[in-house]
């Protein structure tokens, strides 16, 4: 029967780290070396997120005449507003903190209020 539970338990924590979350707020610094994002959340406090190569990018109404283009990187800049699905993966080490890992970064190219 304990077998049966903590089956069912890793099953279940399985599932609920797999699931993506949304992250919105600024970009409030960008680290090269690590290629890791520092953004002001809109829920409150900063958060550290990773970027991944196979991290997809959009970049809305960014393009020639508002159109919408793919981003890399290089296009994140300080003060831009976006939305990400991030994931937690799980720590090497015990002990250790995780830092979130963005799936797809969206940025908004429109004029901001201030």
Sequence with gaps: ?????FLAACIVGS??????VKLEGTIAQIYDNNKTLLI???YGGRMAIKVLPNTE????????FGTDKEGTF???KVGDFLESKIFY???ITPNTQVIPVA????????KKAY
């Design 1 to 5: 029967m304990k077998k049966i539970l």
């Design 15 to 20: 599932t609920l780290m797999a699931d993506s």
């Design 40 to 42: 002001d959340s809109i």
């Design 57 to 64: 990018i959009e970049m809305d109404d960014c393009g020639i």
């Design 74 to 76: 290089r296009d994140l």
């Design 89 to 91: 993966g799980m720590p």
């Design 103 to 110: 799936r797809k970064i969206e940025i908004q190219c429109y």
